[in-house]
């Protein structure tokens, strides 16, 4: 059954774990790709937004140096008479690749076309006095270049137009904006690299966590996850993680020791029970066959066997009380409560010696139901004097001391009963507190015992936050060590 239930267990894991990978390969994308797509898009939008804002500074910057060059020519050389005169056979050039054009009142213009007479720029849209604007060339040009041109009117109506050839200057902000292409691409190429390295290395934790869960539901309980540092979220993941599987661990663990508990009950309860049913058959077939004519006799063996079979169910349903039953809690005077014990065993045990010794020094008051107690401190004493040997006296000592418990240490009263009896052997010892277990089975058939009796009192002890413990030595007595937190006396 224990194995059923792990196998429920691991299962579930393997079909949550099923769950997740196809709901991840159908429906999301792994992390590590959305967190890649998410540095590359954020970086590569970051990248652009500063290329444009570089290229828009530089092309600013150039197009104003050549804005000034313009505009210190409309207010110096190009307004010189000078510079459509005629030396020998050429016409005066103006300095650089610049283009002069005069455009009088009546519509005749004087052009210098400097040293690109292959190339003149087209005016359509541009008007006197508004700043300088790029142009093209015009459509008979033989070179079709960029130009930037500026036109200004002065007092006697003329309109004086300076147009400069920008083509270097446009093959320098292309060269630049092809640069920072490539560039760019590179730095998202090491970006790339960076971040895959740095995000598998950030991811690895979980990948772990996913291997270790993995681990789990196929069924390796002892697996766990690598520890990080706490004070990082995969590090306080892990130790919550650690936690849980270690309390999971705890429960199945506990769970499968319980259920094999429980089956070896079952199957000594059926071992006990079949030996007084078999009996019972067995003298029931004798009668029938003719075997015996003694009536008296059959019918006393029967209800000898329906007594032990009777005893032995009583018995069980004591320790299924005293294990999953509830008790009230009460101050008990465990040294009155045992003195009581004696009392009453030297009435149903005369001749024999029960000493109740105290070594405290405060009231020994616990918390926990008086009957059970009682219960516990008679049993302990009824085995002494059973199974110590008929000469065997019994003392119990009332006293305190410290019990230690995973909340952490707290005064106890220690109740010891002692005997000078045979004492048990040390494999006895180490079984004396199981369910049916005997140290001398035909002694304790003789008496009546059906072994359940040390477990019943183990089982009333930790019900009370108690514990107790056995140690013996063979041919010179056994002591019974029990104890349970101790309770400040309210005056």
């Known amino acids: ?280 058959k067995g003298y029931a077939e004798l009668y029938r066959s003719g075997a015996t004519k003694d009536a008296d006799l059959v019918v006393d063996k029967i209800e000898s066997e329906a007594s032990r079979m009777s005893l032995l169910v009583e018995d069980l349903l004591a320790l299924t009380r005293a294990e999953g039953a509830r008790h009230e809690e009460k101050p008990v005077d465990l040294l009155e409560l045992n003195l009581s014990v004696a009392s009453s065993l030297r009435a149903a045990y005369p001749g024999r010696n029960i000493a109740v010794k105290s070594e405290v020094t405060n009231v020994p008051m616990v918390m926990g139901d008086a009957a059970r107690l009682h219960q516990v401190f008679t049993n302990l004493v009824v085995n002494a004097l059973k199974h110590g040997g008929e000469d065997a006296s019994v003392e119990i000592s009332v006293g305190e001391g410290t019990l230690v418990r995973p909340s952490g240490p707290a005064p106890s009263v220690v109740v010891n009963v002692t005997d000078d009896g045979v004492g048990m052997s040390e494999k006895d010892a180490s079984h004396i507190f199981e369910r049916f277990y005997r140290a001398d089975t035909s002694r304790t058939r003789a008496t009546g015992g059906s072994g359940l009796g040390l477990a019943i009192t183990k089982s009333l002890v930790e019900s009370h936050g108690g514990a107790i413990s056995v140690s013996s030595v063979k041919g010179e007595g056994t002591t019974f060590r029990v104890e349970i937190p101790m309770t400040p006396v309210v005056e």
Not at 29 to 38: D, E, G, N
Not at 172 to 178: D, E, G, K, N
Not at 255 to 268: C, P, S, Y
């Open 1 to 280: 059954m224990a194995k059923t239930r792990f196998g429920a267990v691991a299962d579930r894991f393997h079909r949550m774990g099923d769950r997740v990978r196809t709901a991840r390969q159908t429906k999301g994308t792994p992390l590590s790709v959305a967190l890649m797509i998410i540095v590359l898009v954020i970086s590569g939008m970051g990248l652009f937004a500063f290329s444009i804002a570089a290229q828009r500074t530089l092309q600013d910057v150039t197009y104003e140096s050549v804005d000034g060059d313009l505009n210190r020519a409309l207010s110096g050389w190009a307004t010189n008479q000078d510079i459509f005169s005629v030396y020998g056979n050429r016409t005066a050039l103006p300095p650089n690749d610049f283009w002069v054009a005069w455009i009088y009142p009546d519509g005749s213009t004087s052009v210098n076309p400097g040293r690109n007479e292959n190339s003149s720029p087209n005016l359509e849209g541009l008007y006197a006095n508004t700043g300088p604007r790029t142009v093209q060339s015009t459509d008979d040009s033989t070179d079709k270049v960029e130009w930037r041109a500026v036109a200004t009117s002065v007092s006697d109506g003329r309109i004086i137009v300076v147009a400069k050839d920008i083509s270097r200057e446009s093959t320098i902000l292309s060269s630049f904006a092809i640069g920072e292409l490539v560039i760019g691409l590179i730095i998202l190429v090491l970006l790339a690299l960076i971040a895959f390295y740095a995000i598998k290395r950030t991811l690895r934790p979980l990948r772990e966590v996913e291997e270790t869960a993995t681990a789990i539901a196929k069924g390796d309980l002892d697996r766990r996850v690598p520890q990080w540092p706490v004070n990082t979220e995969i590090g306080s993941l892990a130790l919550a993680l650690n936690q849980m599987l270690e309390r999971l661990q705890q429960s199945i663990v506990e769970l499968q020791e319980k259920e094999d508990q429980m089956r070896r009950f079952v199957g000594d309860a059926s071992h006990e029970l079949r030996t007084p049913l078999t009996s019972v």
